[in-house]
């Protein structure tokens, strides 16, 4: 059996935000396959076979991950940061090239992550690890109404927005460009602190600053997603409370509070993105152990 996931990139000690980086441009933005009929089939046959079967979808845009950079932050070379490199995409891309039957024909041969995704809308979703105040991970049962995963087990996560900080298409004419990028790299860690606060109903004030701990990329249907972790200074009974309070049933249907060896057990319900995110916690936890 194929392994579920593939680690893009692991940061063990995890990455604060002052060592994460964006760089944005079009030149990360999809390539559209020389295949016409292919082409054709993202908007014309996939998307609208879903929205008949679900009009209320929305085309949203999404940032796309196009690879990511390594650069040492200082002269001694101890500290490096990470620059993830982000184009756009939009939902309907997605569905249309990795959520469609066809995603394997999307795929370019290559060693090159980026080249073998080249034709992939390939949105960067977002997942956080949170431990409780009494050491259980928070995870979520999705619902059956999703269009990913449903009924699966997941971290709580989903996408950064590009709309969140004004972005709805590239401009050529921007004005304050260090000043779009410095807004795209907090919306890397603002947009996950408001996931996990809109899926789980815990406070932000309750949860520590996000740490990058990597990306992980599902095998099938090579869906990447950048994993974070937090710490959450609340216990795991009033965690439930506080869902069952805010939770709207759509996206989610149960939240559990877990010890590692009960995660471990769960392991086999979670999709690829959120296994290899389970992985990354795990290469997060041996290295402060071994340090």
């Not at 309907?92 to 959520?99: D, I, K, Q």
């Not at 701990?213 to 965690?239: H, K, L, W």
């Not at 010890?259 to 916690?281: D, I, N, T, V, W």
């Amino acid at each position: 059996m194929a392994a579920a996931y593939k680690l893009l990139l692991s940061c063990p000690e995890g990455l604060p935000r002052s060592r994460v980086s964006v760089r944005f441009g079009p030149s990360f933005d999809r390539i559209h396959h020389p295949d016409a009929s292919l082409e054709d089939s993202i908007g014309e046959v996939i998307w609208n076979q879903r929205l008949q079967q679900n009009p209320s979808l929305y085309n949203g845009t999404k940032f796309r991950y196009g690879g990511h950079a390594l650069h040492r932050s200082d002269e001694s070379n101890q500290v490096y940061c990470v620059s993830l490199h982000l184009g756009l995409t939009d939902y309907r891309t997605f569905v249309g090239t990795n959520l469609s039957p066809l995603w394997e024909k999307f795929l370019v041969p290559s060693q090159d992550d980026s080249v073998y995704c080249q034709h992939m809308s390939n949105p960067l979703g977002n997942g956080a690890i949170v431990e409780t105040s009494d050491e259980k991970i928070i995870v979520l049962q999705r619902s059956n109404n999703v269009g990913e995963s449903p009924g699966h087990y997941v971290f709580p996560g989903g996408h950064s927005e590009p709309q969140e900080v004004g972005i709805l298409a590239h401009q050529n004419e921007e004005k304050d460009v260090s000043g779009l990028i410095e807004r795209i790299s907090n919306e890397m860690f603002d947009g996950i602190i408001r996931e996990v606060v809109e899926e789980t109903g815990v406070p932000a004030s309750s949860l520590t600053e996000p740490i990058l701990i990597g990306v992980s990329q599902r095998e099938t249907n090579v869906r990447p997603a950048a994993f974070f972790y937090m710490r959450c200074n609340i216990d795991s009974s009033a965690v439930t409370e506080l869902y069952a309070r805010a939770q709207d049933g759509y996206e989610s249907t149960k939240l559990y509070a877990v010890s590692l060896k009960e995660l471990r057990e769960m392991s086999q319900r979670l999709p690829g993105c959120h296994l290899g995110g389970f992985a990354l916690y795990e290469l997060m936890r041996n290295a402060s152990e071994s340090s």
